[in-house]
């Protein structure tokens, strides 16, 4: 999990500071062990060497006076009487961390004769010399890890430049691209194989994308011919006098239902090649909500159920009229999909329209999902296909949609959308 959560880049200079604390770690312990070393080698030697002497010159001459130094201290009591307060603990042979008066010595004693002879040497001066190697040690140790650390972020920099440049083309790759493969791009291994499993995956996302679009468009064109012969014979039987009212409006309705399927055959052309011309169209918003309640309410036969529509601010809007319809179519076909009876009612105010519907509603646990493609909630009697279209088509308007719903309290449906300028 850890590993997840950072970077490559920063796991990277973080392994290096980790090998470099580690080092600087061992480094000031072996120091330190060092001056322990050094100074029990010169002092205690030294010590050693010093009482040695004492004790010959002692041994040839009783009355001898030992010699004074600058660094070093000699000493010969006679007797036990003679000696001073803080040596009286001292046992024969070589001591260190002596105390007398507040500061430690290195002490060697030995008896001879009676006599007590005692040699001590001054630990401070090497104690400050410890100090500032020690301190020394800690200096370096910080600007150790400073250049570590800018070192590493330097060869991160460098290691991770090619994933940087891969993720790069990969974010601004075009399935349309027909240029060198990424694997061409890179040749060391790592980086290079990386590269070659995703020239094997968008080879195979253009040929799903080749395929899509040619179904698409087959079926489009396909679609065509027979939508064009049923809507001209419509229009036929609509001219024809020697048909009563109602077959006439039978064959109106067979008229809307024939718009509607062009429509709707244009609109999965349109979104299958992400055509962006269509976006700069035009259409009067009110006219074309007054034609798709019409549409569905010929749909609804006898069942007690009514589409109203309020016209609160005719709008006109951007976009294709056929996506605008099979948007709005849809969502009212998915409201008398779930309503029984009652009514389902549009408002179109400015830069919004709202669709309630008196029906089952939708529980709060499918709220988050009635969008996805192939998402059927618990209360479904479709596919999961309709609201998914609704999603795709909004988006590419730059419609927002809002809903809210309980089950048993309806559902309503707000969409806002953006205003094109009036006009010059």
């Given at each position: 999990m850890l590993s997840t959560r950072f970077s490559l880049r920063t796991r990277f200079v973080g392994a290096i500071l980790l090998v470099v604390i580690l080092l600087s770690a061992g480094f000031y312990l072996a120091v330190s062990q060092f001056i322990e070393y050094l100074e029990y080698e010169l002092l205690a030697t030294r010590v050693q060497q010093e009482l040695q002497e004492l004790v010959k010159d002692y041994e040839t001459d009783t009355e001898h006076e030992p010699h004074e130094s600058e660094d070093i201290w000699r000493y010969i009591a006679s007797t036990d009487a003679d000696i001073p307060a803080p040596l009286k603990q001292v046992p024969p042979g070589i001591h260190d961390d002596v105390m007398i008066d507040g500061r430690e010595f290195y002490v060697g004693r030995q008896d001879v004769k009676g006599s007590h002879l005692f040699v001590g040497i001054d630990m401070e001066p090497l104690e400050r010399l410890e100090e500032r190697?020690?301190?020394?040690?800690?200096?370096?140790?910080?600007?150790?890890?400073?250049?570590?650390?800018?070192?590493?972020?330097?060869?991160?920099?460098?290691?991770?430049?090619?994933?940087?440049?891969?993720?790069?083309?990969?974010?601004?790759?075009?399935?349309?691209?027909?240029?060198?493969?990424?694997?061409?791009?890179?040749?060391?291994?790592?980086?290079?194989?990386?590269?070659?499993?995703?020239?094997?995956?968008?080879?195979?996302?253009?040929?799903?994308?080749?395929?899509?679009?040619?179904?698409?468009?087959?079926?489009?064109?396909?679609?065509?011919?027979?939508?064009?012969?049923?809507?001209?014979?419509?229009?036929?039987?609509?001219?024809?006098?020697?048909?009563?009212?109602?077959?006439?409006?039978?064959?109106?309705?067979?008229?809307?239902?024939?718009?509607?399927?062009?429509?709707?055959?244009?609109?999965?052309?349109?979104?299958?090649?992400?055509?962006?011309?269509?976006?700069?169209?035009?259409?009067?918003?009110?006219?074309?909500?007054?034609?798709?309640?019409?549409?569905?309410?010929?749909?609804?036969?006898?069942?007690?159920?009514?589409?109203?529509?309020?016209?609160?601010?005719?709008?006109?809007?951007?976009?294709?009229?056929?996506?605008?319809?099979?948007?709005?179519?849809?969502?009212?076909?998915?409201a008398v999909a779930h309503t029984e009876r009652g009514r389902i009612e549009l408002t179109l105010r400015p830069s919004r329209l709202i669709i309630e519907d008196s029906g089952t509603g939708i529980a709060e646990e499918d709220l988050a999902r009635i969008f996805e493609h192939g998402y059927r909630g618990s209360n479904s009697r479709g596919f999961g296909l309709g609201l998914s279209l609704v999603a795709r088509i909004a988006d590419r308007l730059g419609w927002h949609i809002e809903v809210t719903s309980a089950l048993g309290a309806g559902a309503r449906f707000e969409l806002t959308f953006p205003v094109p300028p009036p006009r010059g």
């Open positions: 190697l020690l301190a020394l040690t800690v200096v370096c140790t910080v600007l150790g890890l400073v250049l570590s650390w800018l070192l590493a972020r330097l060869l991160a920099r460098l290691v991770t430049r090619p994933v940087d440049q891969l993720a790069a083309l990969v974010s601004h790759a075009d399935p349309k691209w027909h240029g060198p493969e990424l694997a061409a791009l890179f040749k060391n291994r790592e980086i290079g194989v990386i590269a070659a499993a995703f020239d094997r995956y968008a080879l195979r996302v253009k040929e799903l994308i080749r395929r899509e679009q040619a179904f698409t468009e087959d079926a489009s064109h396909e679609l065509r011919t027979p939508i064009t012969a049923i809507s001209g014979a419509a229009q036929l039987l609509s001219a024809d006098q020697n048909i009563g009212p109602i077959a006439q409006r039978r064959v109106q309705r067979i008229l809307r239902a024939s718009v509607q399927m062009a429509r709707l055959t244009e609109v999965l052309l349109f979104l299958a090649r992400d055509d962006h011309a269509t976006d700069q169209e035009e259409c009067d918003l009110h006219q074309l909500l007054a034609e798709v309640c019409q549409i569905n309410r010929d749909l609804l036969g006898d069942r007690p159920l009514t589409i109203g529509l309020i016209i609160e601010a005719p709008q006109r809007v951007r976009g294709q009229a056929g996506m605008i319809a099979s948007l709005v179519g849809n969502l009212i076909a998915n």
